[in-house]
């Protein structure tokens, strides 16, 4: 059961900043919440901690509303964006904070901070001040201080924002790492998609105060459902294509099966290929076209080759492993390109009109 | 003119204002507290009878002392007031906290003298004070308790020097960031643990700057002293104030601002020192 929101929206005064959202969130996932900056990751989460009262809708915990629960009575714990240490107080003193609230003997809540503090390696920090700790450090520290009250849901907003990119790649691991072996539920906000497809169970996607998608990783990568979600996680190829009657894909490249989970009623939608699903070579039950180089370019990794489809106005970029021998195309050069129909997601226009 | 030369003019422009408004007059009395009178003439000497005579005498050292406990109990009413009334101006939100703000550190920029006499007036025998008092049946009749005693100076003190308190307070409750109150709160504590546990502590830093401002300004205050506190309120700055005046003895005087400034400057000191260990 555990948590659900229930049309949960907030207003400040006549403007709407979260659209009423349902969502249910199990016990022990890893849920992200994507978006934009002023997509409403935040309100969503402070509604939850309740910091901020919703203007509609419910929260449930197990089936129980949470409206008239304040904040100290929840079960939650929340990783704060600025970690919210208290500067006044060491390490072990501000892990050991809402044990000590509890009404928890000392000796009980020395043995519950040196172990949350072994937990995110710091188990020799105790004494220290916040003011002496490394970025990464004091992230840490605010990580143990909300588990150490095993709360039934962590709340992160951005906590790795504020690292550099090295530290953030391995605080990302060591975060789900982490969950996983805690087993706690984690409701994490990040507006870094690259971070949210590497960390969450399921993610879900807004835009400017509303849900675009919910799904996991792959999913959202592979099965964009929305214009939005498409071209804002990852890179991707999008041009018009038409539904048939028989539910067909007709492509300005030709047309395949009825995809998964595509109604049949004819219509105009949207197909989303993603650079690296091209390739440069035959594969089975793909779509098959000449194409013109307009321009490559190395990437290390890759190249980029930009390419002119027949019938299709906006350019296509291809991502093409590059060897170390190998000439690649010169621009102006045909080339053949084939794409599996498995592999091209179709977006509902309608959705994308969604008010 | 090359720019070393300009900078250095410049800088000493701006050395100058200070030191010639406080360092001089300082130094003048410090120098003039060796000095003498004799008939009636102030003659420049190197003589250490002043300070002698401030040892010796201990009605000077009753009124120092006593100069120093109103201020100190200046300070802690100034501190039992201000503290409260900042926390529940920080405490409210929107426009009204400021504009509350605002008016209550008002008072700082009026006279010194339309101050006290307002204070005077309140606290007198057809004050409002009393009035109030009567009126609510508290007392049978109007009292004198509240006027030209000691009593009179710590409360007309105390009130004239609450925006003192209240501003720096209010500052430092300002620079703690909301979310610490809020990790308070979502760490499973109440309002009343919040405040114990994490605003208290760090506001103290502007509740001692308060506190020693009320003091040292009290310190330093002879008028209010003088207008409200009749004769058994004799401060420490009333006995310096005398000498230039009706004692005519400038050099002791001088010998006993010598010794309150020191005082004053001892616990400013003391305070800088505590501050600078605590962190
Ligand atoms: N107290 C407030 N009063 C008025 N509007 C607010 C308030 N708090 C947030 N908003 C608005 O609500 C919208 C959503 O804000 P929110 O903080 O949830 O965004 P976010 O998705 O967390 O963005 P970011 O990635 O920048 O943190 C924003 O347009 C913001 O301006
Ligand atoms: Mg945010």
Redesign the pocket.
Known sequence: MALQLEALSKS?GT?E??RPIDLEIKDGEFLTLL??????????LRMIGGFTQPSGGRILLDGQDLARVPTNKRPFNTVFQDYALFPHMSVAKNVGYGLSIRRMPKDEIARAVQEALDTVGLGSFHDRSPAELSGGQRQRVALARAIVCRPRIVLL??PLSALDAALRRQMQGFLKDLQRQIGTTFLF?T?DQQEALTMSDRMVV?NV?SVEQIGSPKDIYYRPRTRFVASFIGDNNLCEADIDADGRLVTPMGATARPDGVEAAPRRVLMAVRPELISLSPRDNALETEAEVLSVEFAGAGSDMTLRLPGIETPFTARITSEPGQTPPAPGARQSIWIRRDDIAVVEKAAEQAP | MTSRTSRLLLFALAASVPLLLVVLPIGNFFVMSFWRVSDNVIVPDATLANYAGFLENDAYWRTFLFTIGLCAAVAGIGIAIGYPVSYFIWRLRGRIKYLLLLLLILPLFMSYIVKIYTMRSILGLNGFLNKFLVFTGILDQPSTLFLYNRTAILITMATILLPFVILPIFLTLERIPKSLTQASADLGAGAGTTFWRVVLPLSLPGTAAGALFTFVLALGDYITPQMVGGPNGFTFGRVIWSQFGLAYNWPFGAALAVIMFLFALAVIGLAAFMAARQR
């Open positions: 400040y403007v900043v979260l978006g934009p900056s002023g997509s409403g990751k935040t309100t969503i907003d951005e906000v507006h807004m105060g």
